[in-house]
């Protein structure tokens, strides 16, 4: 928070704010100070959950190291792939009925799973956060505006926004990453303007942000200086919850159809989809392993934005630290005790009688 300065020299004289920007790398020090000293909270789904998803930022960067093959190939040396061939040395996964190695489309597919969600998370960013700020801070006509506009957006069934979205993208983008990206996008900048204007509401009438008006501050600066780094304490808690939530939506519309074309890049959801009818002549292997990449990163995901939020949310954490108390020390007890009374047949003065 920022204060006003209170001490002797010229700028107290003229009652002048005090700087409450934050140094370089000051707001993400006050994402991660909490994590560091929070040392009687248990970490351990934090660290497993970032297992996860470092686990398949991995298999993303390095697909073209670790996939045998291309996400589409289906011969190597002019010798074509087995079509639905059962799991083995060659063929890790199996293939599936277009002769593509599974394990290779599963390799590729985290890597399209993290472009999209990591666009549609900055571009749901870059739009609800400034929006959300804006609205919270001016209201009146335009916060009315825009409430309406987001909570109509927000209504909607998000699964079906996003397949119209995508469906009215298609034409002109293509069924690629950027199309589907777009479509998710649509979906999220809702809920990320509506967390930011809550608080930007609870804070504009704090103390410092009067005095900052008072003292003539121009409300572009009052928004930057004095309200963004107040609340956008749960931003990144929701960022991580959004993206586990994002590659269930963009496994919905692959399974549906509307997502990405097997032939731009491999994409779980569309995998799912193909597998459905495998699934009834035993071939389990075609469905199985894209089922668990989706399991396994929303699993990371999710455990890293729940821990995250266990973490930074100061409420939480106050209670978390109350459960754990320590040990009390040895003869504490029975110093804390209280002294046994006279027995039953003490007297007034506290000895028994003769």
Not at 219 to 236: D, E, I
Not at 255 to 260: N, V
Not at 326 to 332: D, I, M, T
């Amino acid at each position: 928070m920022s204060t006003i300065v209170t001490g002797s020299g010229d700028a107290a004289t003229r009652g002048t704010l005090a700087p409450a920007r934050p140094g370089r790398f000051t707001l993400a020090r006050r994402w991660l100070a909490p994590i560091r000293t929070a040392q009687r909270l248990p970490r351990w789904t934090l660290y497993a959950g970032a297992g996860l998803v470092v686990l398949f930022v991995l298999l993303a960067l390095l697909a073209p190291l670790i996939a045998p093959y291309d996400f589409d190939q289906f011969s190597s040396h002019g010798v074509r792939f087995p079509k639905q061939g059962h799991p083995g040395a060659e063929h890790w996964f199996g293939t599936d009925v277009r002769s593509t190695d599974v394990f290779s489309r599963v390799v590729y597919g985290s890597r399209t799973a993290l472009e999209v969600v990591l666009s549609a998370v900055v571009f749901s960013l870059l739009l609800g956060v400034p929006l959300g700020l804006l609205s919270g801070y001016s209201g009146g006509k335009l916060d009315r505006l825009l409430v309406l506009i987001m909570d109509a957006l927000f209504a909607f069934p998000y699964l079906l926004l996003a397949i119209v979205i995508a469906f009215l993208l298609s034409d002109r983008l293509g069924s690629g990453v950027v199309t589907a990206a777009l479509a998710i996008t649509v979906v999220y900048v809702p809920q990320y303007f509506r967390v930011v204007r809550n608080s930007v509401i609870s804070v504009r009438e704090e103390p410092y942000v009067e005095a900052a008006r008072a003292l003539g501050a121009r409300p572009a600066t009052v928004m930057s200086r004095y309200v963004f780094h107040n609340v956008v304490q749960s931003v990144p808690v929701l960022a991580t919850l959004n993206a586990a939530d994002a590659i269930l939506t963009l496994a919905a519309l692959g399974f549906l159809g509307y997502g990405i074309q097997p032939t731009v890049a491999a994409e779980w959801g569309y995998d799912l989809q193909r597998a459905l009818a495998d699934a009834g002549a035993g071939i389990w292997w075609t469905g199985l392993y894209p089922g668990l990449a989706i399991v396994l990163l929303v699993l990371g995901l999710t455990l890293v934005g729940e821990s995250l939020n266990d973490v930074l949310n100061p409420l939480l954490r106050r209670r978390r630290l109350e459960k754990v108390q320590l040990p009390p020390r040895p003869g504490a007890a029975d110093a804390a005790a209280p002294s046994p009374g006279p027995p039953p047949d003490a007297g007034p003065g506290g000895r028994g009688e003769p």
